[in-house]
Antibody, heavy 118, light 108 residues
Framework: QVKLVQSGAEVKKPGSSVKVSCKAS????????ISWVRQAPGQGLEWMGG????????NYAQKFQGRVTITADESTSTVYMALSSLRSEDTAVYYCARGEQWGPQNYWGQGTLVTVSS | DIQMTQSPSTLSASVGDRVTITCRASQSISSWLAWYQQKPGKAPKLLISKASNLESGVPSRFSGSGSGTEFTLTISSLQPDDFASYYC??????????FGQGTNLEIK
């Protein structure tokens, strides 16, 4: 059974960076799309970017270009999302999610709360 | 970029009601549309893919329709467990995705 387990909550200062991990188990890892989706408090879902580990080239939403970096480590079935130049508006729950190529996300991690506060 | 617009933002309904949520795309996305349900404090759950394909285990009271730019999610007879937020998502521009802004379905 597919499971995505994310790293724990983070508290960061404005201007700093955060790196969240997402470890996959059960099923094939490399050929699926791993996406990162965030949700600010009381707000909707926002797709940030994704990667297909076997190809290694990430894709990012325009809003996050230049600030987000998504990488994959096939040896540990782990995908990472790093977000830099943090500001208070980046306070959100960050989810990783898996889907097939040309498909939506049908498996989700438990979410990681990132709080940006001075 | 493809924009997704959902309506209404909030929907008040009672158990047993039939409800419909609409999602419009800024350009044609064929049938590359998914619907998710999200409950407070939980990750989203995929309900429907390819506009009308019900995921395994999703009750048959949920249905999706539409193609091109206009789509609907219908719940035929609301159950207490259905009060949640619902999001549409386009994946026509794979590997880029876009969510609608969400619909909060609340108890009247």
């Amino acid at each position: 059974q597919v499971k995505l387990v994310q790293s724990g909550a983070e508290v960061k200062k404005p201007g700093s960076s955060v790196k969240v991990s997402c470890k996959a188990s059960g099923g094939t890892f490399s050929s699926y799309v791993i996406s990162w989706v965030r949700q600010a408090p009381g707000q909707g879902l926002e797709w940030m970017g994704g990667i297909i580990p076997m190809f290694g080239t990430p894709n990012y939403a325009q809003k996050f270009q230049g600030r987000v970096t998504i990488t994959a480590d096939e040896s540990t079935s782990t995908v990472y999302m790093a977000l830099s130049s943090l500001r208070s508006e980046d306070t959100a729950v960050y989810y990783c999610a898996r889907g097939e190529q040309w498909g939506p996300q049908n498996y989700w991690g438990q979410g990681t709360l990132v709080t940006v506060s001075s | 970029d493809i924009q997704m617009t959902q309506s209404p933002s909030t929907l008040s309904a009672s158990v047993g009601d039939r409800v419909t949520i609409t999602c419009r795309a800024s350009q044609s996305i064929s049938s590359w549309l998914a619907w998710y349900q999200q409950k407070p404090g939980k990750a989203p759950k995929l309900l429907i893919s390819k506009a009308s394909n019900l995921e395994s285990g999703v009750p048959s009271r949920f249905s999706g329709s539409g193609s091109g730019t206009e789509f609907t999610l219908t719940i035929s007879s609301l159950q207490p467990d259905d009060f949640a937020s619902y999001y549409c998502q386009q994946y026509s521009s794979f590997p880029m995705y876009t969510f609608g802004q969400g619909t909060n379905l609340e108890i009247k």
